[in-house]
């Protein structure tokens, strides 16, 4: 009974080392060593929200969710290098990537896509942005947002029917697409010259690895 016993136990553990040992395999095959993200964003295109030159040599192409924390945190880092740096040396591209955890993402991307339509999406961004605390934890976002619409001076009917515009709906719904083909689970994520950005969480060190790429596009 003492060797059925042993020899059960035996089996059952190598069972088990054999599934852990797989498992090691499957994940080491599925992520990339360093911790980087596995694909690359889509191209940029017309229908992209940019700042900057189209002949920009760095092009940081971020995915970014309006209600997310982080992403409010990195919006001050990237305004901040945007000021510093010239438009024909850094272009930004903005994506939206709302998480299905943030109640407010998708009416605070609408928002943007609506301003966007009448020539102000940058204007909507910063405001959405730079007020975080008023409208992320709101029950009804959307009068904070036709405030800020109003605040632009935009046409206020306009801007109402375009909150539910299946146009502004679409461009949402391509860049959460294109940012899971890319392999984004988080936000922000950020890439530059199609290279995702890892354990970034300064501002130097995000200037540095801007101007390393600038430096790198000048050879």
Same mark, same amino acid.
């Given at each position: 009974m003492?060797?059925?016993?042993?020899?059960?136990?035996?089996c059952?553990?190598?069972?088990?080392?054999?599934?852990?040992?797989?498992?090691?395999?499957?994940?080491?095959?599925?992520?990339?060593?360093?911790?980087s993200?596995?694909?690359?964003?889509?191209?940029?295109?017309?229908?992209?929200?940019?700042?900057?030159?189209?002949?920009?040599p760095?092009?940081?192409?971020e995915?970014?969710?309006?209600q997310?924390?982080?992403?409010e945190?990195?919006?001050?880092?990237v305004?901040?290098l945007?000021?510093?740096?010239?438009s024909?040396?850094l272009?930004?591209?903005?994506?939206h990537?709302p998480l299905p955890?943030?109640?407010?993402?998708?009416?605070?991307?609408?928002?943007?896509?609506?301003?966007?339509?009448?020539?102000?999406?940058?204007?909507?961004?910063?405001l959405?942005?730079?007020?975080?605390?008023d409208w992320t934890?709101?029950?009804?976002p959307?009068?904070?947002?036709?405030g800020?619409? %109003?605040?632009?001076?935009? *046409?206020?009917? !306009?801007? =109402?029917?375009?909150?539910? @515009?299946p146009? /502004?709906r679409?461009?949402?719904?391509?860049?959460?697409?294109?940012g899971?083909?890319?392999?984004?689970?988080?936000?922000?994520t950020?890439?530059?010259?199609?290279k995702?950005?890892v354990? %970034?969480?300064?501002?130097a *060190?995000?200037? !540095?690895? =801007?101007?390393?790429?600038? @430096?790198?596009? /000048?050879r």
């Amino acid at each position: 009974m003492n060797t059925k016993r042993i020899i059960f136990w035996a089996c059952f553990l190598i069972v088990l080392a054999l599934i852990v040992w797989g498992l090691a395999v499957a994940m080491s095959r599925s992520l990339p060593t360093d911790g980087s993200i596995a694909g690359t964003p889509a191209p940029v295109t017309a229908s992209d929200h940019v700042q900057g030159s189209v002949t920009a040599p760095v092009t940081v192409i971020e995915y970014s969710d309006f209600q997310c924390p982080a992403c409010e945190s990195f919006y001050w880092s990237v305004s901040r290098l945007l000021q510093e740096e010239s438009s024909t040396t850094l272009r930004l591209v903005y994506r939206h990537f709302p998480l299905p955890q943030h109640a407010n993402a998708i009416p605070a991307s609408m928002a943007a896509e609506a301003a966007g339509l009448q020539g102000k999406f940058w204007e909507m961004y910063d405001l959405i942005f730079k007020n975080h605390t008023d409208w992320t934890e709101s029950s009804d976002p959307t009068k904070v947002f036709i405030g800020y619409a %109003t605040t632009l001076g935009l *046409d206020i009917n !306009k801007f =109402i029917t375009d909150l539910n @515009s299946p146009i /502004s709906r679409q461009v949402i719904d391509s860049d959460i697409q294109s940012g899971q083909v890319a392999g984004i689970n988080a936000t922000p994520t950020f890439f530059i010259n199609g290279k995702a950005i890892v354990n %970034t969480s300064s501002y130097a *060190d995000f200037k !540095k690895l =801007i101007d390393q790429a600038a @430096s790198v596009s /000048s050879r």
